[in-house]
């Protein structure tokens, strides 16, 4: 599967923006996809999952924030930010995987398949 994140931008803290990251390739169904992100001269870090029957999971720090969603007839998983802050600035990486299992949902290991990312700025 290859993967295509896009959405990203620039904009002010408080606003919201909505990731996409589509899917090519068949049984999308199939795969776990998740949302990590990388701010510079940072590690990347896990951001929220959606498995195969819909269950989502987040950081703890942005599950309050931070809306993930997938439509299988798109094969498109959505990721909604709300009252961003300055500190989400980052590039957002979308990932799947269909062997990954939930112990495993929040490691970049977990994952044979990455998007190329795109920019989030959040300026204050």
């Known amino acids: 599967v290859q993967l295509q994140a896009s959405g990203g931008g620039l904009v002010q803290a408080g606003e919201s923006l909505t990731l996409s990251c589509v899917a090519s390739?068949?049984?999308?169904?199939?795969?776990?996809v998740s949302w990590f992100r990388q701010a510079p001269g940072e590690e990347r870090e896990f951001v929220s999952s959606?498995?195969?029957?819909?269950?989502?999971g987040y950081a703890d720090s942005l599950k309050d924030r931070f809306t993930i969603s997938r439509d299988n007839a798109k094969n498109t998983v959505y990721l909604q930010m709300n009252r961003l802050k300055s500190e989400d600035t980052a590039v957002y990486y979308c990932a799947a995987s269909q062997t990954a299992i939930v112990s495993s949902y929040r490691s970049r290991s977990a994952y044979g398949y990455w998007g190329q990312g795109t920019q989030v700025t959040v300026s204050s």
């Open positions: 390739g068949r049984a999308f169904n199939r795969y776990v």
């Open positions: 959606i498995s195969r029957s819909f269950s989502t």
